[in-house]
Structure formats: structure tokens, C-alpha cells
Nanobody, 115 residues
Framework: QVQLVESGGGVVQPGGSLRLSCAAS????????IDWYRRSPGKNRELVAS???????TYADFVEGRFTISKDAAKKTAYLQMNSLKPEDTAVYYC?????????WGRGTQVTVSS
């Protein structure tokens, strides 16, 4: 299992923005795929956004154009830019990266949207 470093979470007011990062820089492998999940209290884990091995990007319906998933291949880092955040976006966000050794989970970063 590769140690992924997640960062970028925090507390933000409704309408604010955050950029989550998920770094696999310690591991010598390209990033083949990216999934961002989230889990809110009392709810099941849900998929937020993905980039497939073919490079196809998909978003959950609730994203509604507010989030952008991306990666920096040179930095071996995946990103989730989140704009126009809503209180219902409050959750722990997890990355799942496809690397040479398979799929690897990040430890999660808390996002709280509150006034």
C-alpha cells in the first residue's frame, strides 16, 4: 500500500472554494486513474468525480459543474477543485489513485462548509 498524502481540507463558508490534493510523490509510478469519494455523517460513501485510465472524466450529479478533477503528472498529484461549496458538501473526502501496484486510498481530509 502506497502512502498518499491528502491535503487542502478545512472550514469554509457557503459559496467558498477549496482545492484538495492527493500526492503519490513518494512512489515511482504514474497515476493511471483518479477517484474522489466523500462520506458524510450518517450517509454511505459516494463517488464525487473520476478520471479513468482512458482519460474520461465523470462527475456525480450533485456536483452540478462546481468541481473540477485534475492531475499534475510531473508532481504525481491529483486535485479536486471545489467551488460554490454548499453545507451539504460537508464530508470527509478520500482519494483513490490507480498506480502500478493497483488502487490506493488516501486517509481522507475533512471539508466543512458552514457559516
Amino acid at each position: 500500500q502506497v502512502q498518499l498524502v491528502e491535503s487542502g481540507g478545512g472550514v469554509v463558508q457557503p459559496g467558498g472554494s477549496l482545492r484538495l490534493s492527493c500526492a503519490a510523490s513518494e512512489y515511482n509510478s504514474p497515476i493511471y486513474s483518479i477517484d474522489w469519494y466523500r462520506r458524510s455523517p450518517g450517509k454511505n460513501r459516494e463517488l464525487v468525480a473520476s478520471i479513468s485510465t482512458a482519460g474520461d472524466t465523470t462527475y456525480a450529479d450533485f456536483v452540478e459543474g462546481r468541481f473540477t478533477i485534475s492531475k499534475d503528472a510531473a508532481k504525481k498529484t491529483a486535485y479536486l477543485q471545489m467551488n460554490s461549496l454548499k453545507p451539504e458538501d460537508t464530508a470527509v473526502y478520500y482519494c483513490l489513485l490507480g498506480l502500478d501496484n493497483g488502487k490506493n486510498w488516501g486517509r481522507g481530509t475533512q471539508v466543512t462548509v458552514s457559516s
